[in-house]
């Protein structure tokens, strides 16, 4: 028995000692049916706040919801939320009822009844007496959890205009399951995505969590395709229509899977596989080819006798890029998050030629030191597998094994000087020493001299600065221009794009 599971159960023993009913309630009970160990263990009673307060006086206690009947205890580094039983009134703001009643003074049965009769799903509206392992399933949750199915509780359409987020959380458990959403509900869902209204009613922020759930479930392909399907998509993430256009088809030759949605698919279900993932990685799957429909490009070229309709998306990386930000920021991602996906977005592309035999030491130095390096590996790889081409094709463009084994490599090299990580042995005192002033011309210098420890030209600061004495006149003579020249750069020299080549695809 877990820890939690344990101090869950000594919170309802204690309720009901004191004479009270006291259940587990909804998640922890459905997971037991589901053989999931539980997180967290919900306890229904018909104590109220205040006689909850005081039963648990020796407890630390969070106040985080009282109005509304909900109090936390913790213990041991545990939270057990104790909520009274209650009846939902008015939901006039489409979130959250106006007010409660609580059904302390109700004969128990019926008050757990009417408590399960507010709540979304049937698969989370069960209880459990954890004393005596006695469940309350009122409106068929154990039947639909052994069909796979996910229905409401009552009406669904009065349970969507209760809480409009609840949409969100249909789709969420069908991709956190992989069951199929009933038909009435579907119906429902489709009926009443208009309704949503993110930013008003259902905060961004809010939708943002959902889909968070959605992308790091075990299938978030069915959650993608449930918001499609219903038109729930279209409320909160538009550019993703696109996807699905008439400009979305890739390539025949590269994508032969069809639409860009599809390879979005693809690859989400390559990276899902990822022991190690996180939403900022699902979300950059997710937008990687969010561009594609706008930079959509065709020409016919002949391909054994016979004309071929050739799609390219120049420069969708970069387009994507900056749209992932936009998108990020409607969500109300952090600074970091909206860094971490568009970057995932904006290099994507890139990933795929850094295997280069052009490509120098220093750059690849430079890849291999990024914290976010990891994500850009696991999306090539799901890139190169999520497409219709035969796995012989799809597993030999992957650069999986070459970065590992570079990474590995590189934070091992012999020499310490060409370690990723390494000191810079050229630094700021050096430079100035040698009459430069602090400007443009610094990072001109310090990209030079990465570049030439990393190649080996020098290992130690004696080299360093005989080096750097060596090649003092160049920088000194160096125009405006060329510095300004030598200053466009990201870290990344890539070979030419070849047409109908994958780089241009």
């Not at 703001?93 to 302390?104: A, E």
């Not at 069915?222 to 538009?238: D, H, I, K, Q, S």
């Not at 390559?270 to 190690?276: G, I, Q, V």
Request: glycine fraction near 8%; hydrophobic fraction near 40%.
């Amino acid at each position: 028995m877990s820890n939690a599971r344990k101090i869950g159960v000594a919170v309802a023993r204690r309720l009901q000692e004191h004479g009270f009913t006291a259940v587990f309630a909804g998640g922890c009970v459905r997971d037991r049916f589901l053989g999931v160990e539980p997180k967290d263990f919900d306890v229904a009673t018909n104590a109220t706040p205040a006689q909850i307060k005081t039963i648990f006086a020796d407890d630390t206690v969070l106040l985080v919801g009282e109005t509304f009947g909900v109090i936390v205890i913790v213990r041991d580094g545990e939270q057990i939320e104790v909520a009274t039983f209650r009846g939902d009134g008015q939901y006039g703001d489409g979130r959250r009822p106006d007010s409660v009643v609580f059904l302390n003074d109700v004969d128990p049965l019926v008050a757990l009844k009417e408590d399960a009769a507010r709540r979304d799903l049937t698969i989370n509206a069960m209880f459990e007496d954890p004393i005596t392992g006695e469940i309350f399933d009122f409106f068929g949750g154990q039947t639909d959890l052994e069909n796979r199915i996910i229905r409401a509780v009552g009406d669904a359409g009065q349970r969507f205009t209760e809480d409009r987020l609840r949409m969100l959380r249909v789709v969420r458990f069908a991709a956190k399951l992989g069951f199929k959403v009933d038909e009435t509900l579907m119906s429902a869902l489709k009926q009443f995505a208009k309704d949503l209204k993110p930013g008003v009613v259902v905060a961004f922020e809010r939708i943002a969590k959902e889909m968070e759930g959605i992308l790091l479930a075990k299938n978030p392909v069915v959650g993608l395709e449930l918001l499609m399907e219903t038109g729930l998509m279209a409320e909160f993430l538009p550019e993703m229509l696109d996807m699905v256009g008439p400009d979305a088809m890739g390539d025949p030759i590269w994508h032969p899977e069809g639409t860009a949605f599809v390879h979005t698919c693809l690859v989400l279900t390559e990276l899902a596989k990822e022991e190690e993932k996180s939403f900022e990685l699902m979300f950059g799957g997710l937008l990687h080819d969010i561009a594609k429909p706008r930079t959509v490009t065709r020409r016919v070229e002949m391909r054994d006798g016979v004309e071929v309709t050739r799609i390219s998306n120049h420069g969708h990386a970069e387009v994507g890029a900056e749209m992932a930000k936009v998108i990020c920021r409607r969500f109300k991602l952090s600074a970091d998050q909206t860094h971490r996906v568009s970057e995932i977005v904006r290099l994507h592309m890139q990933m795929h030629d850094f295997n280069s035999p052009d490509i120098r030491r220093s750059k690849l130095v430079r890849l291999m030191q990024r914290d976010d390096i990891m994500d850009l590996i696991r999306m090539q790889h799901a890139d190169s597998l999520g497409t219709g081409r035969p796995l012989e094709e799809r597993v030999a463009d992957s650069n999986r094994s070459f970065y590992l084994n570079l990474l590995e490599e590189m934070r091992n090299d012999p020499r310490p000087s060409m370690r990723t990580g390494a000191s810079q042995l050229v630094d700021g005192s050096m430079i100035i020493k040698r009459g430069f002033k602090p400007g443009p011309i610094f990072r001109v210098i310090k990209d030079a001299a990465f570049e030439a420890q990393h190649s080996g030209e020098f290992t130690d600061v004696a080299d360093a600065e005989k080096w750097l004495d060596e090649n003092a006149e160049v920088f000194r003579k160096m125009t405006p221009a060329q510095i300004a020249a030598a200053q466009d750069t990201d870290g990344v020299a890539l070979p030419k794009v070849t047409a109908g080549g994958k780089s241009c695809c």
